[in-house]
């Protein structure tokens, strides 16, 4: 019984504390900050409803706390053996499908959003089917040469596909008012778990120290710089060519990434 009471409390402070809601609002909530000072040139805090959350809001902050507790983040207290590569997908997916839930016609192009997100599903699954898998800290430490193209291609792919994930791409949205009111607090949700997965996939695990910490946070602030930059660039040009990109590189790109895992799989036999 003292066990089952330690191993809950200790999974009560992942989700709650570290490195799950508390750490996502204060991470999403400063990213979200910077984002709304480069767009608006002006520092305007996040709008966070005061009254009771709605059913989809709630969805994506339990789907993200989910996801988080999953990172390979210095001193998470879930062990490493319990998290899985799955649930964090899965969990960063459910945010997408609450937010179309809202309404698909409140997003621009909800049709190419879910292509993008099948696009993100390839670079974050991808990598793990040689090394055979599910557990993020061991893709992480993958450092076999015969595996870094792949790896390399898969993280290209992923940072291509958080803009629009994020929201941050410039394709104009029927009411943008009310959805702009609504998609503030559901980005606040996902910054740290999509650039917490990033730095979990894609770079060797942090030990757990002061300077591991601060060496995963601050992969993570680089990707969400990355995010910001690749979103003003976006804006910048235009809607129309941001379409262009999604539509006309982004599955190409991900097929690319299929046959550098079909063709890795084959030379690893």
């Given at each position: 019984?003292?066990?089952?009471?330690?191993?809950?409390?200790?999974?009560?402070?992942?989700?709650?504390?570290?490195?799950?809601?508390?750490?996502?609002?204060?991470?999403?909530?400063?990213?979200?900050?910077?984002?709304?000072?480069?767009?608006?040139?002006?520092?305007?805090?996040?709008?966070?409803?005061?009254?009771?959350?709605?059913?989809?809001?709630?969805?994506?902050?339990?789907?993200?706390?989910?996801?988080?507790?999953?990172?390979?983040?210095?001193?998470?207290?879930?062990?490493?053996?319990?998290?899985?590569?799955?649930?964090?997908a899965?969990?960063?997916?459910?945010?997408?499908?609450?937010?179309?839930?809202?309404?698909?016609?409140?997003?621009?192009?909800?049709?190419?959003?879910?292509?993008?997100?099948?696009?993100?599903?390839?670079?974050?699954?991808?990598?793990?089917?040689?090394?055979?898998?599910?557990?993020?800290q061991?893709?992480?430490?993958?450092?076999?040469?015969?595996?870094?193209?792949?790896?390399?291609?898969?993280?290209?792919?992923?940072?291509?596909?958080?803009?629009?994930?994020?929201?941050?791409?410039?394709?104009?949205?029927?009411?943008?008012?009310?959805?702009?009111?609504?998609?503030?607090?559901?980005?606040?949700?996902?910054?740290?778990?999509?650039?917490?997965?990033?730095?979990?996939?894609?770079?060797?695990?942090?030990?757990?120290?002061?300077?591991?910490?601060?060496?995963?946070?601050?992969?993570?602030?680089?990707?969400?710089?990355?995010?910001?930059?690749?979103?003003?660039?976006?804006r910048?040009?235009?809607?129309?060519?941001?379409?262009?990109?999604?539509r006309?590189?982004?599955?190409?790109?991900?097929?690319?990434?299929?046959?550098?895992?079909?063709?890795?799989s084959?030379?690893?036999?």
């Amino acid at each position: 019984m003292s066990r089952i009471l330690i191993q809950l409390a200790t999974h009560s402070v992942a989700l709650l504390l570290y490195p799950g809601l508390v750490t996502i609002a204060l991470f999403g909530s400063a990213a979200e900050s910077v984002w709304v000072r480069v767009t608006e040139r002006r520092w305007v805090l996040p709008e966070f409803p005061w009254h009771r959350p709605s059913a989809v809001l709630t969805t994506a902050a339990i789907a993200s706390m989910l996801a988080c507790v999953q990172l390979a983040a210095p001193f998470n207290p879930v062990p490493s053996e319990e998290r899985n590569l799955i649930v964090a997908a899965i969990s960063l997916g459910i945010i997408v499908w609450a937010e179309l839930a809202i309404g698909a016609e409140l997003f621009g192009e909800p049709g190419l959003l879910l292509l993008i997100q099948c696009c993100w599903f390839v670079a974050v699954l991808g990598p793990a089917v040689e090394p055979q898998s599910l557990r993020p800290q061991v893709l992480g430490g993958v450092l076999v040469p015969s595996l870094l193209p792949l790896k390399v291609a898969s993280g290209i792919l992923y940072l291509l596909c958080l803009p629009a994930l994020l929201k941050l791409w410039p394709v104009p949205v029927p009411g943008e008012r009310r959805a702009t009111r609504r998609l503030d607090a559901l980005r606040v949700l996902s910054w740290w778990p999509y650039c917490g997965l990033f730095a979990t996939l894609y770079f060797p695990p942090s030990p757990d120290e002061l300077l591991g910490i601060a060496r995963f946070i601050g992969l993570s602030v680089l990707v969400a710089a990355i995010c910001v930059v690749l979103g003003v660039l976006m804006r910048r040009r235009g809607a129309e060519p941001a379409r262009g990109i999604y539509r006309k590189g982004i599955a190409p790109f991900a097929g690319l990434v299929l046959v550098l895992v079909v063709g890795t799989s084959l030379l690893l036999r």
